[in-house]
């Protein structure tokens, strides 16, 4: 069983930045993708920015030149760096690992991040 833990959400002020870490343990695993959304309140989950392990990245056009999706294979860990937040990216974030076997992905439990203006 794969358990995975997200980590690195707060509060923090417009303009400033956070890492949001997601790691896998439990049982042998390999990232073949990695995808970060976002909810808020009465809104959809939302698709934030993706890597796969052949290094493409796609990013929302909200943050794009703003965040940066990274990954540690050795660490089966996942990054977020979020640079020049703003209060509307204030909502709980998710990630998603998916496993190089196919058809099997791991969410972690969300860390809110909130921007205060």
């Known amino acids: 069983q794969v358990q995975v833990e997200e980590s690195g959400g707060g509060l923090v002020q417009a303009g400033g930045s956070l890492r949001l870490s997601c790691a896998a343990s439990?049982?042998?695993?390999?990232?073949?993708?990695i995808g970060w959304y976002r909810q808020v309140p009465g809104k959809q989950r939302e698709l934030v920015a993706t890597i796969s392990r052949r290094g493409s990245t796609n990013y929302a056009d909200s943050v794009k030149g703003r965040f940066t999706i990274s990954v540690d294979y050795a660490k089966t860990t996942g990054y977020l760096q979020m640079n020049s937040l703003k209060p509307e990216d204030t909502a709980v974030y998710y990630c998603?690992?998916?496993?190089?076997?196919?058809?099997?992905?791991?969410w972690g439990q969300g860390t809110q991040v909130t921007v205060s203006s």
């Open positions: 998603n690992l998916q496993d190089i076997r196919p058809g099997r992905y791991y």
């Open positions: 439990g049982s042998t695993f390999s990232i073949a993708a």
